[in-house]
C-alpha cells in the first residue's frame, strides 16, 4: 500500500519541500547566480533572458541606484558614480591597490578603501552588497520563493579580510551565506558532477581581476584539494590595461579627463573580446576635447603586449604542481575556468604547458555559479542525486609573530579545512603578566611582509622569569576559510580569544547600522541613535584629553600640543556637526594623535608611584 503525503491546498507538503538555495558567482566584470532544478544545475535569467549580470553598480540622483546592464551602459556618460571591478577592491586596504590605474575618487583613510558618488563615499562591500542583492531578488522571482540561503563563491586566494569582507556584503544584501567556496573547487565540482570524472585535475581559473589554480583529486564522491596557489590582483582587467596604455602611446596620450579614460578602457575591453574569434580589431572614437583615435590591433600583436601576463599565470601553476608533490604528466585534464580563458594567447600557453588541450566543454563564464549551486542543494538539506565530500584547503599559511618581527606559522598553507591546530609559547622578559598576540596571513618569513590579521592581549600570566610560563595558542579556521584565534596560559587557566575580523573590513556595530538604514520604518530612529551614542563618546574623549593635558601637559613639545588641540577641535566640530561615521573617525583619530602622550604619562605615574618605595617591599 502506497504512503501519501498530505498537505493543505497551495502548500508544499513540509517535509519534503525543496528548499530553495542558490550559488553565487560575485565576478570582478560578470556576476551569475545558479540554482538546482528538477536535479540539474541551471543558471537563473533575468526577465530579458540574460544569465550574465555585470558587477556595475551606478548611483543615481536622491536614493536611485542601478545595477548591471543598465548601469554599464551609463558607465561611459556617468564615470565618476559608476563603479566596477568592486571585487579587485574588497576587503583591501588603499595600499595594497594601484589607485592611480583606477577611475575612481578615493577616500584618504589608509585603512579603508571609500569611493565618492553623488550618493556619498560607498565601500567596496556597499557595491557588493548590491550586486547581490540584485542576484537574489532575481533569484527569488524565478524560483518562486525566498531562499534559504547561498553559497558564495571567493577566488581561492582570497585571504581572511577579503572572505570576510565577501561575507559582509552578503549580509548587507540580506543573504544567508550557507558556505565560502573557493571558484576552483566549484568549477571542479560541476564538472566531477557532469562529466563523471575521475583523477588528478588542474583548475585554471582566469577572471576579470583575480587569478586562481587548484590542483584536485577527484574520485566519485570526493573532491579533494591537494594545492592551491594564484595572483589576488592578475585577471583579465589587467590585459584591458595593457591595451589602453598601448593606445596612449600609440595616440600620443598621456592624461585623460575620467570620462575619457572610461570610455577608451571600455572600447580597449572590448577590442581584446573581439580579438578572442577575429584576427584584428579597430578601436575608433573621438575623445571629449575632439582628438579622434583610430588604431587596428593584430591577435598577434596584443598577443606579444599581454605575454608577460600569460606567463605571471604559469608561475603559480608550477608551484601548485610541486607543493601538491605531482607532475605535469600525472595530471588528467585541465579545468578552464573565467572569460579571460577564452583569449587564444592563454589557452596556447596552458595547452603547451601541460601537453594537452584544456577542457572547456562547460561555458567557462558559468561553471563556478554551477557548481556553487550544486553545494549550496546539498547544504539547504535537500536529498540530492549525488552526494560527495567536499575537502577544500586554506591557501595561505597562518601564524603568529614572535619576538623579532618573525613571522611562526601554526597553520600551514594548503591545510585540509576545516581545520585545528595549536602550539605553544612562552614569555620572553622575567616577570612578564600579559601577552600581546598578533596573528598574520602569508608565506614570508617577517612579519613586516605578512598581512596583518588583528592583535588582542591575554592578560594574568603570573609572573615567573622568562620562559617559564607555557601559553598555547589555538587556530581554528573553518569551512568559509574563516579564523578564530585562541590563547590559554596553561597553569593558571587563564585565556583571551578573537575571531578575526580585519580593522579594514566593517565590523558589525557598521553593518547592523547599514541593515537598520535599510529598513525604512527604521531608519530616522536607527541614524539619530547612531549618532547619539557617537556624540557620548566624542564627549567622553574630548573631556579626558583636555584634562589629561591640564596635568601632563609639560610632557609634550609645542609641535605634539598643536596636534592634539587640532584633533580636539576637529572632534568637537564632528561632534557638532557631522553624522556618526564621520564622528567615530574623528575620535579614532584623536586616540591615535594621543598614543604616544597616554604612554608617557603612565610612565610618569609609575616613576611617582615607586619613589621612594623599597625593592624588597615591592
Known amino acids: 500500500m502506497a504512503l501519501l503525503q498530505i498537505a493543505e491546498p497551495g502548500l508544499s507538503a513540509a517535509p519534503h519541500r525543496h528548499r530553495l538555495a542558490v550559488g553565487i558567482d560575485l565576478g570582478t566584470t560578470n556576476s551569475l547566480v545558479a540554482a538546482v532544478k528538477s536535479g540539474h544545475a541551471v543558471c537563473l535569467a533575468d526577465q530579458e533572458g540574460r544569465r550574465t549580470l555585470p558587477s556595475v553598480v551606478r548611483y543615481g540622483s536622491g536614493s536611485d541606484v542601478e545595477v548591471g ?100 556584503a552578503a549580509r548587507l544584501a540580506g543573504l544567508n551565506v ?77 592624461q585623460l579627463p575620467e570620462a575619457d579614460h572610461r570610455l577608451l578602457l571600455a572600447l580597449a575591453r572590448e577590442a581584446k573580446e573581439t580579438l578572442t574569434t577575429a584576427e584584428t580589431a579597430t578601436v575608433s572614437t573621438v575623445l571629449s576635447d575632439g582628438r579622434r583615435i583610430e588604431t587596428r590591433i593584430s591577435r598577434r600583436e596584443f598577443a606579444n603586449l599581454t605575454q608577460h601576463l600569460v606567463l605571471k599565470t604559469i608561475e603559480p601553476v608550477k608551484q601548485a604542481l610541486k607543493d601538491a608533490g605531482i607532475g605535469k ?45 550544486m553545494q549550496a542543494d546539498v547544504l539547504a538539506g535537500n536529498k540530492a542525486d549525488h552526494e560527495w565530500l567536499l575537502l577544500d584547503v586554506t591557501p595561505l599559511s597562518l601564524g603568529l609573530e614572535t619576538y623579532g618581527g618573525l613571522a611562526e606559522k601554526v597553520i600551514p598553507r594548503n591545510s585540509t579545512l576545516p581545520t585545528a591546530r595549536a602550539q605553544e609559547f612562552t614569555t620572553f622578559k622575567d616577570g612578564q603578566t600579559a601577552m600581546t598576540i598578533h596573528v598574520v596571513q602569508g608565506e614570508r618569513e617577517l612579519v613586516a611582509d605578512c598581512r596583518s590579521l588583528a592583535k588582542f592581549t591575554l592578560r594574568g600570566i603570573p609572573p615567573m622569569a622568562a620562559g617559564a610560563a607555557r601559553i ?117 583619530a584623536l586616540g591615535r594623535t594621543t598614543d604616544d602622550f597616554a604612554a608617557r604619562r603612565m610612565n610618569r605615574n609609575i616613576r611617582r608611584a615607586l619613589s621612594g618605595q623599597n625593592i624588597e617591599d615591592i
Open 178 to 254: 550557507l558556505r565560502l567556496l573557493n571558484e576552483p573547487t566549484a568549477a571542479a565540482i560541476a564538472y566531477g558532477l557532469d562529466n563523471g570524472a575521475e583523477g588528478t585535475f588542474v583548475v585554471y581559473d582566469l577572471g576579470g581581476g583575480t587569478f586562481d589554480v587548484s590542483v584536485l583529486q577527484l574520485t566519485r564522491g570526493l573532491f579533494e584539494v591537494k594545492a592551491t596557489g594564484g595572483h589576488s590582483a592578475l585577471g583579465g582587467d589587467d590585459f584591458d590595461h595593457r591595451l589602453f596604455c598601448h593606445l596612449l602611446e600609440q595616440n600620443g596620450l598621456s
Open 329 to 373: 604528466t600525472d595530471v588528467k585534464g585541465v579545468i578552464m575556468v573565467g572569460g579571460a580563458t577564452r583569449m587564444p594567447s592563454v589557452q596556447q600557453a596552458v595547452a603547451a604547458f601541460f601537453g594537452q588541450t584544456p577542457l572547456n566543454n562547460l561555458n567557462p563564464d558559468e561553471v563556478v555559479a554551477l557548481g556553487a549551486a
Open 69 to 168: 546592464h543598465d548601469a554599464l551602459k551609463a558607465q561611459r556618460i556617468d564615470p565618476l558614480n559608476t563603479i566596477s571591478s568592486a571585487k579587485r577592491l574588497i576587503g583591501r586596504k588603499l595600499e595594497d591597490v594601484a589607485a592611480a590605474q583606477l577611475p575612481y575618487r578615493f577616500g584618504s583613510h589608509p585603512q579603508i578603501i571609500s569611493l565618492h558618488t553623488r550618493q556619498g563615499d560607498k565601500t567596496p562591500i556597499e557595491v557588493s552588497a548590491e550586486i547581490l542583492k540584485t542576484l537574489k531578488q532575481r533569484a527569488e522571482a524565478a524560483l518562486g520563493g525566498d531562499l534559504v540561503g547561498a553559497v558564495i563563491t571567493v577566488p581561492a586566494y582570497f585571504d581572511d579580510a577579503q572572505r570576510q569582507a565577501t561575507k559582509d
Open 472 to 588: 598555547r595558542v589555538t587556530f581554528q579556521v573553518d569551512a568559509d576559510g574563516l579564523l578564530s584565534v585562541s590563547a590559554r596560559e596553561q597553569t593558571t587557566g587563564v585565556q583571551a580569544q578573537i575571531e578575526v575580523k580585519p580593522s579594514y573590513g566593517l565590523d558589525d556595530e557598521t553593518i547592523t547600522r547599514m541593515l537598520q538604514e535599510s529598513m525604512s520604518h527604521a531608519a530616522d530612529d536607527a541614524a539619530l541613535r547612531a549618532r547619539a551614542e557617537a556624540r557620548v563618546e566624542a564627549e567622553g574623549l574630548v573631556e579626558a584629553v583636555t584634562a589629561a593635558l591640564a596635568l601632563d601637559g609639560d610632557l609634550l613639545n609645542p609641535e605634539e600640543s598643536a596636534a592634539i588641540q587640532q584633533a580636539i577641535d576637529e572632534t568637537r566640530r564632528a561632534a557638532a556637526e557631522d553624522g556618526a561615521a564621520e564622528i567615530r573617525a574623528a575620535v579614532a
